[in-house]
């Protein structure tokens, strides 16, 4: 029988348990390679040692925009309650809006005699015959003029009228009978208030016993 040659041994295979094994790579990347950032909130990122990123907390962000409003808030505050800005600044500049104060004399513009028609403000408007009113300068307290009232059948009252103030655009006094009225004319105290209205003056009185008058007067002189 013919035999095969014999083959050459085959060397033995090297061994890897002593040789180094070849570095690998970090699994987060070099370290020279800089840090990945993550976005969160829009919070402010800073790199972490290993090349991590670190996360800012939402608490501090939110935190740091509350300061900031606050202090805006409170500096607003402060601007409106200096002189001349904007919350006391229109309440300063704003003349229209405020009441006149009160004064102490009659303007010219009531002073002189008027005259007019007067119905009554109650339930039914019944004409109450000619109101004459006689005003004159005077001082809060003091007499300054009078009311003549000639009903529809010629009959005539008196009120004396006591000046209580002028303030705006009207004048208020204190009405009440005259002692030198006849004993069907009512003497109770009562208020009558004139109002300008263009050339006229507006006339109105509580007196309920008079069936609360209203009239508009014009000027006789």
Known sequence: PVSSP????????ASHAGSPHPP???AGGSAGRPGRLSVSVSAALAPERGGRGRRVSCTVALAVAGALAAVTVGS???????????RGGAQGSDGDGRSEAPTRTV??????TWEGQA????????PLGTF???????????????VRHTDILGGVCEDVLTLER??????????????SNRSVCD?????????????DLRYESDSKASGRPEARLSKLR
Do not use: C, M, N, W
């Open 187 to 199: 003497q109770a105290r009562h208020t009558v208030v004139l109002t300008p209205t263009g050339d």
């Open 119 to 126: 119905a009554s403000r109650d339930s039914l408007s019944i």
């Open 107 to 112: 303007p010219a513009a009531y002073v002189g």
């Open 76 to 86: 607003v505050f402060v601007l409106d309650l200096l002189p001349g800005g904007s």
């Open 166 to 179: 002028v303030s705006g655009k009207r004048l208020v006094a204190a009405a009440a009978g005259a002692e």
């Open 6 to 13: 014999a083959l050459p041994a085959r060397p033995p295979e």
């Open 132 to 146: 004459r009113v006689t005003l004159k300068d005077a001082k809060a307290g003091e007499r300054v003029g009078t």
């Open 24 to 26: 690998t790579e970090p």
